[in-house]
């Protein structure tokens, strides 16, 4: 991810401090996946709302008598799956920085100055 | 007999790129607890190479190297990051905190990390180890907000928050002007004398160094003096 090449100085100040590469990697996991949980949140109430109004627009249709508006299908499943899917997306975006970041040398970037 | 915190047998270290060059031949001391030492030698002679190998953070060498008698040769990565946790201090030239955290926050990172101590007991250390400092009142702000000299103290309140065995020092005053250097030799001088503090720098001001208990002098990475 774009941020893990502006945060090189500071994982190399937190490896030289005793943090170790694994302890690097879960920080920058939980940072990704509570952006995928407060993304995917956000989706949910602005998909919600959209649901809300396009629910409201007229629709008519001599084929389908008894609808008067917009069908809109407010399945719990679609909700659970579009968490699950911004979750997984976010963290497995993230796969390949995470090892990038718990393999940073900071020798390297200590002597690079 | 006071006992070593830290031995170095032999070491050397090659750089292969492309060439194979020897930086370091055979690096032989040992350092008593409590002694403050200082490293000197002219640039390019292998300095920082060899603070990299004893702070644990570099392993691509030869030899052998034991922290507070520890062999460390065979030790896998998360056990070298809990050693330089626990037991190294380490301040580098270019002050180095984390610039998304206030003074406090920075100093108390390797005692969260440690873990042995509570959030608020960490943090009654913190401001303890700043006021010997003397910046106490920087405590809450930003780490890019206090100046250089104001930084460099901080990464060495930082260094002491787990109480290490070393502090282990790259130019620690490289970048500070005169006032500030001074500052930074009389702190070392005070951990040394009054708290016992064992510090290994390097420097390649010679009058800092001449101020220090002990010389290890290098020359293209042989000890020439110690
Ligand atoms: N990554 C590297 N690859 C190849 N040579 C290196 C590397 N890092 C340092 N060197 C060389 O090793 C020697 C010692 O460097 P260094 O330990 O930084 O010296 P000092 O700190 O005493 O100035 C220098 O000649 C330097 O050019
Ligand atoms: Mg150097």
Avoid at chain 2, 85 to 99: D, R, S, T
Avoid at chain 2, 136 to 163: F, P, Y
Avoid at chain 2, 210 to 226: A, K, Y
Wanted: aromatic share 10%.
């Amino acid at each position: 991810m774009f941020w893990i090449n502006e945060k090189v100085d500071s994982i190399a100040i937190l490896k030289a401090t005793g943090f170790s590469g694994m302890d690097v990697s879960l920080i920058f996991i939980t940072i990704a996946l509570v952006i995928g949980v407060f993304g995917g949140a956000l989706g949910l109430v602005f998909g919600f709302g959209l649901c809300n109004l396009i629910d409201m627009v007229p629709f008519d249709t001599d084929a389908l008598p008894t609808i008067t508006t917009y069908p809109i299908n407010y399945d719990l499943r679609y909700y659970v799956i579009a968490v699950i899917f911004s979750i997984a997306a976010t963290y497995f975006a993230g796969y390949f920085p995470y090892r990038k970041a718990s393999k940073i040398d900071p020798v390297e970037i200590i002597r690079g100055k | 007999m006071e006992k070593n915190v830290l031995e170095a047998k032999a070491i050397s270290k090659f750089f292969h790129d492309p060439k194979t060059v020897q930086v370091l031949t055979d690096v032989t001391f040992d350092l008593k607890a409590g002694e403050f030492t200082s490293i000197i030698g002219k640039s390019g002679c292998g300095k920082s190479t060899l603070l990299y190998i004893l702070s644990t953070m570099d392993t691509d060498y030869e030899g052998e190297l034991y922290i507070d008698g520890e062999f460390l040769g065979d030790k896998t990565e998360a056990h070298l990051a809990h050693v330089r946790n626990a037991k190294i201090g380490f301040v580098f030239q270019f002050h180095y905190l984390l610039n998304e955290f206030n003074v406090l926050q920075n100093v108390m990172m390797p005692g969260l990390k440690l873990g042995e101590l509570t959030a608020a007991e960490i943090e009654h250390n913190a401001y303890e180890k700043l006021k010997v400092l003397g910046i106490q009142d920087e405590a809450l702000k930003k780490a890019n907000q206090i100046s250089g000299g104001q930084k460099q103290r901080v990464a060495i309140a930082r260094a002491l928050i787990n109480d290490p065995s070393i502090i282990m020092a790259d130019e620690p005053t490289g970048n500070l002007d005169h006032k500030n250097s001074e500052i930074v030799f009389e702190i070392f001088k005070e951990l040394a004398e009054e708290y016992k503090q064992s510090l290994l720098v390097v420097t390649h001001d010679t009058d800092f160094a001449n101020r220090t208990h002990r010389i290890i002098e290098l020359l293209d990475g042989r000890v020439i003096r110690q």
